[in-house]
């Protein structure tokens, strides 16, 4: 992997949320990659971006973000973060446009023109409650708020799950185009093998709350991959 900057990173990070942990997890993100994470339903992959995302979470370990340790100020790492989730919480009642005036004004690089672009590329021009949008338009909704923001890291969970074929293509044409500048990574879950293979550069496989080495997405394709994915699934 090329030296690009890290923008995010993960050393020995052990705690619980709930019924939900995660058992000494290190990672590092570089920009300029798209990195995905696999394992099944429960097996931590949301539980390790709530980590990030929650600040109250109480773990051992550190967990930093273009270079800092988020705890240290939560509310300004929150800026240098896309979060896109079925999960996610926005205004109901407000269109995609009037969410963005609202919430952009938290953000201290939030861009409407950047927002209207996404939005525009991503055929949603017309004015829609959030509670009126189908589950993929407030995907795509989510992805051009985090555009908006730039982000040095993007966080999707699991958001290709019933998205039409052909724009599943164009989302992840939309990907490699955000990281090209190598300003940014994205992280993907997916408990879909084929789809994290075939769409990211590094993958991991996640079982139980631990989680495998990042390695190039091609060498899924190879037993020593098959072997190291299989063994963290039956951890």
């Not at 950047?114 to 829609?128: C, G, V």
């Not at 290709?160 to 879950?189: Q, W, Y």
């Not at 991991?204 to 299989?230: H, N, P």
Request: net charge negative.
């Amino acid at each position: 992997m090329e030296e690009t900057r890290t923008v995010l990173s993960f050393e020995h990070v052990t705690g619980r949320k709930r019924k939900f942990h995660l058992k000494d997890i290190s990672l590092e993100l570089r920009a300029g990659y798209i990195y995905g994470l696999t394992g099944r339903n429960g097996a931590g992959k949301t539980t390790l971006m709530k980590y990030i995302l929650d600040e109250h979470c109480r773990y051992a370990g550190k967990i930093y973000l273009d270079g800092e340790d988020i705890r240290l100020d939560h509310a300004r790492a929150m800026n240098k973060v896309g979060y896109v989730s079925e999960d996610n919480r926005f205004f109901e009642e407000q269109t995609g446009e009037q969410n963005a005036q609202i919430l952009g004004a938290f953000y201290d690089d939030f861009n409407m023109e950047r927002f209207r672009e996404a939005m525009k590329t991503m055929a949603m021009t017309k004015p829609k409650a959030y509670k009126r949008m189908s589950r993929g338009e407030r995907l795509k909704f989510q992805l051009a708020f985090a555009i908006a923001h730039n982000p040095c890291v993007y966080l999707l969970d699991e958001v290709t799950a019933g998205m039409d074929p052909v724009f599943r293509l164009e989302f992840f044409d939309m990907l490699r185009n955000l990281i090209k500048d190598e300003t940014c990574a994205i992280l993907v879950t997916s408990h879909i093998d084929s789809e994290i293979e075939m769409k990211t550069d590094y993958a991991a496989v996640m079982s139980d709350g631990c989680i495998g080495m990042f390695a190039e997405s091609g060498a899924w394709c190879s037993k020593v991959w098959t072997e190291a994915a299989q063994k963290w699934r039956e951890t």
